[in-house]
């Protein structure tokens, strides 16, 4: 028997799980950053908001997933100087450490300040080795992902620098600010192959130079329009030379942006000059993303002539090579499959080093790759194996994934959803390609729960924070689509509108359940009209015990609520003062399992029909399945948001006696 949970499979043999990836297609969270060894070109490192890393051996055409970090929200790779198997990098927690190539982590935090419980306390976007010293480096704080921009991450803007190969750090100082109060270090580089001279791009502050090895900063600003940075450049070996990728800019007070920009310097920053001929320049207003934007500008390490960059913002998005040191552009080809709909805003990108025709590029939701110098891009976290049109990932994926369902009669057919572009992914043929959306699929805005019903019947709670995207309906097994709202339903364009579970008959696909707004709708016509099912309690998830004839529940703020599918909702007492989440027994239906995630009264508890039992004290329990043909067997899994130094969620458990004991089983899991 199988499970699924979230995007990983598991196989029960004998109280041990291990896990390995479903090769679902692209990123859909988003990407932060990409490197490629100075010794093999094949060795590629990806990292990822909130997604940890990946660590690919064959140039990106498969990624393995990695081990031991303490949180995953990860900023910029440096490899060792001289030793090809160490690789730094630098995360929201602070610096981490691979002796192994990237395969597992571990934390190198010593002197830097204590490991917080509520916010990130040394938030590092780079490593810098010394060139003249191997056994010094500098860490610079900030995120050029903006994560936790302006609150929760106090050590923006530090420095600190290690003399005993990064076992120990010392404060050194904080750009645009005071300590505790600095700015967001984009990225920072050594000049050339200076030991001494070192850029920093500031956001909203500047471009920092410091001569002395790092001890002291000055800003040089002279020529550039604003003070925006993304990215400061160095030239290979050219120590006044260098480059900026300058965001867009809104002036106080003013009306519209200016667009971004690239520059460059030939005297160490003491004048810039604008070199953006064959760039786009729109400008739409204030919004940031219509506004011509650049976030990144990478030099080709073997021929300084050749730099990349893309313009970010959605109208005018594409990749962009200059061949003459960035005096002019021009846009490259870019007529490639990808598994997702979204165009070529490229925020993070890298030359491989010993090669200037690779070049790897990433956003928010896939990785581009070109071997010939832009002529031809392919996707490098997706495939379509059969050449047609079912993708299957390359082993990282990076959705942020919400909820999976296999299809009540079919086992080859199951579906999951994901927040932003990963949205909704189907398989037909026992997860091994996937089908994203479809025709009239909205392609953005986050899955929540997915219904099948009938043979070929699907429906999805679309939206995600306070955003009600509708109820997206196919009759044809996804390949169509229409959006249900209205009718009883909340409109889309409202506020406020929280959506969460969706659940229909699967022998009568007209009738259809959703809990949108924290209140339980009902469909009787498959999803033409609406009414209000319950709404005497906030709902947040609602629950089957079977595909038919089910006995329901509701886990709201008031606890748990019992009904049929002709409703008639009643609270148990006892239990956790609020349900989050809950797991019928598919066999013994009047048998429930709930969690309280994060709540006082967190953890595992079963409603046995009469009696409550807490299995579990742990409140950060997200989630619990029973095995559909075996109640013994319990499965339940932990979680915790990334918001600060040091993950709370331990992974997996499993019980086969009914929870009297369990074992955790994490093998295989990032």
Known sequence: MIFVSGIFLYAVSAMHIEWTPLHEPGSGGRLTSIAVSPYDGNHVMLGGDMLGIGVSFDKGDSWL???????????????????????????????????????TWASKRNGMPDIAGYHYSVPLQKILFDPSDVNRRLAFGGSHRHWHESDDAPEFGAIWESTGSGETWGYVTTLGGTRYNGKNIMNATFAGLSSDTLWAAVY???????????????KRHNGLAFVNPAWVESHPSNSRIAWLAMDNYLPQGASELLPGRIYTTTDAGENWSSVSSGLPNIVTGTDKNRTARYEIVRVAQTNPDILFTSNTSWPEAGLFLSLNGANSWSETALSVEKAYVSGPSMEFACFDP?????????NASYVLRTTDGGG?????????????TNWRGRGFSGLV?????????????????????????????????????????PNFGGGNDIAFAGDNTVYVNLGQSSSFKGIAKSSDLGLTWSILDGNGLPQTSGSGSKSSSVFAL????GRVWAVVNQTLYYSSNGGGSWQTAFNSAKVNVLEASSPTSPVLYLGTDNGLYKGGSSGNFNRISGGPAEVTNCAPDPRHPDTVYVCAWR???????????????????????????????DESILVYTTDDHPYHDVSYATGVYFSENYGQTWTQENTGLA
């Open 354 to 362: 010993n090669d200037d025709n690779v070049i790897f590029a990433a």
């Open 376 to 388: 031809t891009w392919t996707d490098a976290t997706s495939y379509i194996p059969d050449g047609k």
């Open 204 to 218: 909203g502050d500047g471009v920092y130079i410091s001569t002395n090895g790092g001890g002291s900063w000055s």
């Open 506 to 509: 699967a022998d009568n696909p």
């Open 65 to 103: 997933p990695t081990f031991g970090l303490p949180s995953w929200e990860i900023g910029d790779f440096t490899f060792h100087p001289e030793n090809p198997d160490i690789v730094w990098a630098a995360t929201m927690s602070g610096p981490c450490k691979s002796t192994d190539k990237g395969v």
């Open 599 to 629: 709540k006082n009264d967190g953890g595992l508890w079963r409603y046995d029909g009469s009696t409550w039992e807490q299995l579990r004290d742990d409140e950060y329990i997200r989630s619990a399945a029973v095995h559909p043909e």
């Open 401 to 441: 994934a919400k909820k999976y369902r296999f299809h009540p009669t079919n086992p080859a057919i199951s579906a999951l959803t994901a927040m932003d572009h990963g949205n909704f992914w189907l398989s037909t043929d026992t997860m091994h390609t996937w089908r994203w959306g479809g025709e009239n699929f």
